[in-house]
């Protein structure tokens, strides 16, 4: 009796052993599984992590050449700005109405103009500001042009060497003005294609990156 007792105990302990064992075995089971489901979060996290550096990188780049391209720009507008006092001052001593109408109108345009490229680096972020540079730049060259036009009547004016100088300057700045003005709008249309265009979208969007706009 007593040895059937015993066995029946070591049978009981054996079977709660198989069972612990088995309890312990699929506890383990499931954290393996549990951390493998981990690890591949942690793999799908990074590789996203990364997607987006990279391609923030690259949208910061193609900001970047934006931003320099409209930083040439605005150095010619600064210079057209920084020589017209000398026109100015060449054509006052001409006593003549209409060069003395053009010039006070010149000057009223020069004052808003000069204004605008001390505060130039934020012109391109904002539509409203931005519209009011390219107008202002915009009636002040239509405005020199006018000036040049009426001046060029007299030879006394147009054979003058200081201002056949500062004719060419001008007309040099036009010119840099008319090109650095389409270099920017193509590096406006590479940033806002690549915005658009999938997955540089998403960062896009996560960055807070919105198109920019023409000049």
Known sequence: LAKSADFNK??????FHIIFLY?????????????????IVGLICLGALGLYSSQLT??????????????????????????TPQLMNLLHSVRDSQIKKECDELNNLWKVAKADCESYKKHYLNE????????????????LNKVFSAANNYSVIKNSPE????EKEFRTL?????????????????????????????????????PLFFY
């Open 128 to 143: 409203d500001t931005f519209a009011g540079h390219k107008a202002a730049q915009d009636a002040f060259e239509e405005q």
């Open 23 to 39: 309890i312990e075995e699929t506890i383990m089971k499931k954290r393996t599984k549990f951390t493998i489901f981990l690890f």
């Open 58 to 83: 690259k949208i910061n780049e193609k900001q970047d050449n934006i931003y320099k391209e409209w930083t040439t720009l605005s150095e010619y507008y600064r210079r057209r700005s920084d020589i």
């Open 163 to 166: 201002y056949s100088k500062l």
């Open 174 to 210: 036009a010119e840099n003005i008319k090109d650095k003005r389409e270099d920017f709008n193509k590096r406006v249309q590479i940033y806002n294609d690549t915005i658009a265009a999938f997955p540089e979208m998403i960062t896009a969007k996560i960055n807070g990156n919105t």
């Open 10 to 15: 070591k049978f009981t302990l054996n079977i």
